[in-house]
Each structure stands twice: as structure tokens, then as C-alpha cells.
DNA sequence: TTGTAGGCGTTATCAA
DNA sequence: TTGATAACGCCTACAA
């Protein structure tokens, strides 16, 4: 049916043990016969049998990434560009990703990690959207998984990230408004056990500070970084007796949602309010008014991690182990008008 | 290292035959035995490798699904609900979902089926965003890989599929327009080569057809299915001497560009431009205003293909072969106001 | 430079 | 009802 290794070599009157090592580019096959050990592969169109390959070397050249989705219609730019670029660099290194969802810290998520882990599913894990205390960082650690993150934790283990510096961002933004003439500035944030959230609204906290503006806690929300949430929370905001004139977001979904709400109130945003997010995503600049944003190269970040993964499974050499980054501003209309 | 079948088997003073066939539940195993096996493999937290048994049973257990994506920032949100679909059933299913990405028609999507067709990686694929001729398809009947799709194909083989209905569709969504007043009314398609958009002109054509409407062709443009197209023939469209009162839009996510162009051009969408789109994605439901449209079940629709495909590779009976749906008009303020 | 042979962890065949 | 044994396809020490 389907030709083996087995096939070549009879083909060619050699021994499976010549093609394999052919085929692998081992320096002690005749140039000769390796060669038309080539041309025959090629000719019969042979492929390795991966699984084979895989049961042999005890190793399974795949990725896992489990995607935090809390509901089927769970829909984000942010992953659609994290997965495409973690699909392209894998597949460029000759690795499989797979890849499953579950909604976070519930019990099918464990059960996913630790059925991948003990079927020897996967040679390591991308992981992200880290909690401050990620049980799947203990996980792993304590069971010798490589796995790299983007974002970091609190907890007490070595592992290698990339992180993108939200609080400096934030910091940037808030004196970016500050300048504008705002003084009265909310923040829709995310779940607070969520890094992201620590460290974007430690930035927030900083940026009001050395503007010498007084924290007031009432305009400050808690969404869920989805568009309906920042909906709801920024009417929520909008609705205050002495409401904000600006609002600095968590994320891009969440603006897109405060945008909404400003606009059913008949605010013209860029004028009656200042509205930025966090991401970058690609709808953030075709929108209008083209919303001001934090951007950091999610596609970039996705490939970095991947070969960042793949040097540690691979006990090559590290050359990166904890990267920061900085977010850039992106100064458009939703701030300047 | 690791718990295989050969230690459990040990530990019982048993042959690694009757341990396997214990747990894999044949009845010629004597009970007593049975709970002893299975008690002792939970103990010692025995895992079947599943690489092994890949390899020894001569299938994957994993589905494969190649996303057609022509950029890395590409994001729409009906894959993101069609790949969740996808992954929720494989999972329940207890197989394996690998996911990879393409730019369709292109080499290397090729490529990709290639590979894991020939390095046997998958039991099957499924397939949508079909081409009027598929190529895969073809590759796919040709060597005897099982398959499902979303939307069918002219091509010449046989394979099971679930359909949704867009010429009936557009049809219904045409008279809708008439009935709202509409007569001067134009349709922003997709590429040529797809079945969806085919079919779903073809409903635009009979829906004028039926109204008594003259077809003309100025007032069509082809998109690519993103925002950003829909923005660009939009305002196209909306610069004509004699621009449409109503448009219909092969996706949403076009329609939603359509709706930024109008806007930008201080029309008022539902008043002075009617607008409408296809796939009911959720944030047709919370734009502003609310957009009109033809909504498909498309998780649903995910987790089906994957079981008529598993029905398929298992050999069992096949329940459903050729299914037709039928999209649900959603009528909202984009077109009724 | 090439070949022989053993084994990765399962499952399936056959005999006991 | 249980066990010995042979594959599945590949890689790699070791021998020739």
C-alpha cells in the first residue's frame, strides 16, 4: 500500500539501515549512493512514517497550545494572530501543533495538559495568558515538561517568557492623555488574577500618579477583554454622575466596546471622550475613529516563542530566555482629535 | 521512566497480553482479573502511549483541518467558532485535532495535505471555504482519504457534506429588501472561484429576478471577505452617479465594512442605506446598529462534520451523507429602521 | 562504506 | 482464560 523505508532499500538492493542513514544526511554514505537513494525516495514517492519515527525516538515533534476559550463563540483577533503565528514557525521547524481549547482554570482544562503529558502527546507547550499564580506552570515544572510562556508569573519557578512591558505602556499612555488635557481618566480592566491585568493597571496607578492626579476608585471596572464586556462596563463608566473623560482599556475588544457604548450616548470619541486599548489588533485601525492602542507584535512574539521552545527541547544552546519588550503607542484619532 | 503495559504487567505476575486485553474490555478476560489490572494500572498511573498504539493499529486518531488564511493578521470570527466546534467534538471523541494554516490555492497548502496525508498524520480531514473545482477534492477521493466538507464542489466524487442553503437564503433576504422599498440594490461578493459566493449570487440574481428588478452590474463588486474589503467596495459602490439604497453582502464581516464606508460618509445605516450580511458571527448581533443577516449554526455545523467523518473512518454505519440547511433570516436594524 | 539485529510500546494471532 | 510471539516502521549500536 503506503511505502516503507523497507521498499526503497529493496528497490535498490541496499539495507534499510544505508537509505535511513541516506536519507538523514549521515557523512558515511558514498556520495553516490546517496544519491540514488534520493532519486528512488523521490521516485516512489516515500515519506518516514512519522509515527514510526516518533515510537523509535521517543519524541513526538509536536507542539501543544491549549486555547483559553470560555465559550464556543469565544472569538479574538489576539489568538487568531498568536495561533497563525505559532502554526507558521512550527511547521517551518518540521513540528506539529496541536492545539485544543478549554475554558481556564476549570477541571477539563487539567484534564487536557495532563492527557497530553502522560500520553506523550506533545514535546512541550506554548503557553499564555497567564494567571499571577498559574497552576500549569507548576504543573509542568514539577513534571520536567519544557513549556515557554508569554507573560510571566509569581511562582517560584525557572522558565523562560516573553513579556511585554504593560505597565511602562501604560505609564506612556496615561501621559499621553495627561497631555491631552484629560484629568478625569477611567480604566476598564480584566480579571485581576490575570498578569496582564496586574502589571497594566500598576501602570495606569503609576501614570495618575506622576500626573499628580488622585486615584477614585469609581472609575475603575473590571470587564472581561470582550467587546459586549466593554460595552457593558463602559456604560457602566459613561453613566457616572461626573463620568471620565477618558478611558484607557485593558485591551482592544474591551475599547471597541467602551466605543460602542460612547457612541449610542451620542459622545463623538476623540472629542467628548478619549478612548485607547491594548493589543494592536488589525481592527483597531480600520475602525472610526481609528482607535489609539498599545501594540505589541503578537505574530512576532508567537514565532519568538516557538523557536525559544524548540531550543530547549532540543538542549541547543538558549540564546533567549526571558525577553521584555515594550509596547509602542500608537497615537491615533480615538485620542487626538 | 514512564509506566508502560510491561510493568503493570510485571506487577501482577501477568503476560502483557491478558493486561491489554483487560483493559481494552474483551470479554475473554475473567472479571476477577479485570479489576485487579485496572486497579494496579490506576495505581501506578499507567497511560497507554498512544504512539504505540499508532503505530501497531496503523491509525492517528487525529483529524486534520488546514485553515485558509491569506495573511497572519487574518482573524475572522467564523473560524474561530468553526475550529472551536471542530476541537470540542474531536475531543469528546477522544481524538486528536491538527490544526495547520495555508494561503488556499497556494503551494504550500498543498504542500501541508501532502504530508500529512503520505506521513499518515491524520484518519481524515475536513474541509470548507470549498472551490467551485477543488483540487482537494480530487487529491483527497483520489487516494482514498476520508474527507467531509462544508459546501460542496462540481467535482466529480462522491463525499458526504453538510451544506447551507445561501441561494435560498439571499432569496428570502432580497424580498425582505423589496418589501422594505428597496429597488436599486447591490451585492458585495467574495472571489468567484468559491461555491459560497456562486451560490449566494445566484440567490441575489433570482431575488431581483422575482421582485421584476433589472440586474445591473455596476452595482456588484467582488470583496475578499474581510472588513477590509467590504470598506473598500463599499465605497466604491457608494460613489457611483447612482449608488445602490440597499447592499447585500456575501459575509458579515463585509457587510460590517460596508456599514464603516456609509457611515463615513455620514449615511445613516437602516435609514438611508440598508445593509445586510451572512453568518450571523456575533458581533453582527452588537454592532450599532444591529446588523441584519443570514445566520448559520456554525459550531453545530463543526462538531456534525466531524461525526459523520468519524463515522466514516470507523466503518460504522453512516447516519448522515449530504446535509442541507437552511440559513435564518435575522432581521435587524441595519435593514428595517 | 555498508549490513545485521535489537528494540521503542502496543495489539493481534495463535497455541496452550 | 491466559501466555508466547510476531509484527507495525524506523533508528542506531555494533559488526563486517
Not at 544526511?25 to 516518533?54: C, H, I, L, S, W
Not at 507573560?151 to 525557572?158: G, W
Not at 485581576?192 to 500598576?202: D, E, G, I, K, P
Not at 525559544?308 to 480615538?334: A, F, H, T, W
Request: hydrophobic share 40%; net charge negative; proline share 4%.
Amino acid at each position: 500500500m503506503t511505502v516503507t523505508i523497507r521498499d526503497v532499500a529493496k528497490a535498490l538492493n541496499l539495507s534499510i539501515t544505508t537509505v535511513s542513514r541516506a536519507l538523514d544526511g549521515y557523512d558515511d554514505v558514498a556520495e553516490e549512493t546517496r544519491e540514488r537513494v534520493f532519486r528512488m525516495a523521490k521516485e516512489m514517492g516515500y515519506v518516514p512514517n512519522r509515527v514510526a519515527r516518533q515510537l523509535r525516538r521517543q519524541r513526538s515533534d509536536t507542539l501543544g497550545y491549549i486555547l483559553p476559550a470560555h465559550t464556543p463563540r469565544f472569538s479574538d483577533p489576539f489568538y487568531s494572530e498568536f495561533v497563525a503565528g505559532l502554526g507558521d514557525e512550527t511547521a517551518e521547524q518540521n513540528f506539529d501543533l496541536l492545539i485544543s481549547t478549554a475554558a481556564p482554570k476549570e477541571e477539563s482544562e487539567r484534564v487536557i495538559y495532563q492527557k497530553w503529558v502522560q500520553g506523550r502527546r506533545v514535546d512541550g507547550f506554548i503557553l499564555n495568558r497567564m494567571l499571577l499564580q498559574d497552576w500549569r506552570v507548576q504543573y509542568l515544572a514539577e513534571n520536567n515538561v519544557p513549556f515557554v510562556t508569554f507573560e510571566r508569573t509569581l511562582d517560584p519557578f525557572e522558565f523562560n517568557f516573553i513579556e511585554v512591558d504593560g505597565q511602562a505602556g501604560f505609564v506612556e499612555l496615561l501621559a499621553h492623555l495627561v497631555e491631552m488635557g484629560h484629568r478625569r481618566i477611567g480604566y476598564v480592566g480584566g480579571p485581576s488574577y490575570l498578569t496582564l491585568q496586574a502589571s497594566r493597571f500598576a501602570g495606569y496607578r503609576t501614570g495618575l500618579l506622576n500626573a499628580g492626579i488622585e486615584f477614585v476608585p469609581e472609575l475603575v471596572a473590571e470587564g472581561n477583554m470582550t467587546r459586549a464586556g466593554g460595552y457593558q462596563t463602559g456604560k457602566m463608566l459613561l453613566d457616572l454622575p461626573e463620568p471620565p473623560t477618558a478611558i484607557a482599556c485593558v485591551n482592544d475588544l474591551t475599547a471597541i466596546g467602551v466605543v460602542r457604548a460612547a457612541q449610542e450616548r451620542g459622545l463623538k470619541v476623540g472629542h467628548d471622550l478619549a478612548v485607547a486599548g491594548f493589543d494592536g489588533i488589525e481592527e483597531a485601525e480600520q475602525m472610526n475613529p481609528a482607535l489609539t492602542t498599545l501594540a505589541q507584535p503578537i505574530y512576532d512574539i508567537a514565532r519568538r516563542l516557538v523557536r525559544m521552545l524548540l531550543q530547549e527541547i532540543s538542549g541547543d544552546e538558549i540564546l533567549e530566555r526571558r525577553v521584555r519588550l515594550k509596547p509602542k503607542l500608537l497615537m491615533r484619532n480615538s485620542t487626538t482629535h
